[in-house]
């Protein structure tokens, strides 16, 4: 079998819970308004004005936030803004920092989707984040996998436009990833629409892994939804509800649950350097998906 860095193993989900560890899920009534300069007892994270020196001179920043995560001695910081080379474009800044020194360990930046002006953080839920652009439009942000979904308060269809595509569950399960190497596993969404193309991902990202059925490329695509954890010491299970079109994406939308947010109740203990991502695979018509989708996987 190949090596390629990754201690991948998908695991199938079993109802019973074996191989996973359920943990009590996040109390909403601890979220925490971004104007508010300081955080309440029970909180997570603290709201403040950036002051990033070394992304300054090309980012126009509005409001920030952090979190530290004392068992990895790390802090997780997050900074919005726009671009000032094109301020129409919104732009949030994800950097690791080392608690104490505020040596940057990792860094990673996410345009928005679209371009709705300068964005700023108005509302969080562990690490999960609700971002607003200047013209209203509400973006959902999670810390490690980015922009999630879009909606826009004068129901601009050119902005977010909601589907009606039907699709079937082809596989759920986790994906066990070193923690050092997230970064490069695929996250979000991405539509398979070969043999070759299903192959090569199969290969690269779950080696060993038997996958005798595939579906007819002929009129079916899958779309590989990868999802890394909001709290580094779990992972959850996500169900799908639907899928949007945003400019020329694919976006996936999660069923919402009352107490627990996105989160199914199927929880995977995170332990030492080792993070699980969960890994929704779909069937849907190729006829449903636009032909200048973008996120499409291709062979390398």
Known sequence: MKKYGYVLIVLMLILSG???????????????????????????????Q????????????????????????????VEVGNLKSDPMQGIVVVQNQRTGTGEVLAEKKFLTPSKHGSIKITSTNVFNFTIEAEDKTSFLFNVYNGFASVSNKVQNKEIAQDTNIKFQYFYRGFATVKYNMFDTYPVGTLIIETDADWHDFMDKYVPGIPYYVAPDFSKELLVYIGSFPAKPNYSTGLDIKGFTISGNKLDTEYVMYENSGDANGIYAQN?????????????????????????IYHKK
């Open 50 to 77: 950036v002051k990033d020196a070394e992304n300054n001179s090309t980012i126009s920043f509005t409001n920030g936030w952090k979190q530290e995560v004392p068992n990895e001695n790390m802090t997780i910081v």
């Open 18 to 48: 074996c191989g996973s560890h359920v943990i009590s899920p996040y109390n909403e009534s601890t979220q925490v308004e971004a104007s508010k300069p300081t955080i309440t007892a029970g909180a997570t994270g603290v709201f403040e």
């Open 271 to 295: 332990i030492d350097d080792i993070v699980h991502c969960f890994v929704n695979i779909v069937k849907i018509s190729k006829s449903d998906i636009p032909q200048n989708i973008e996120n």
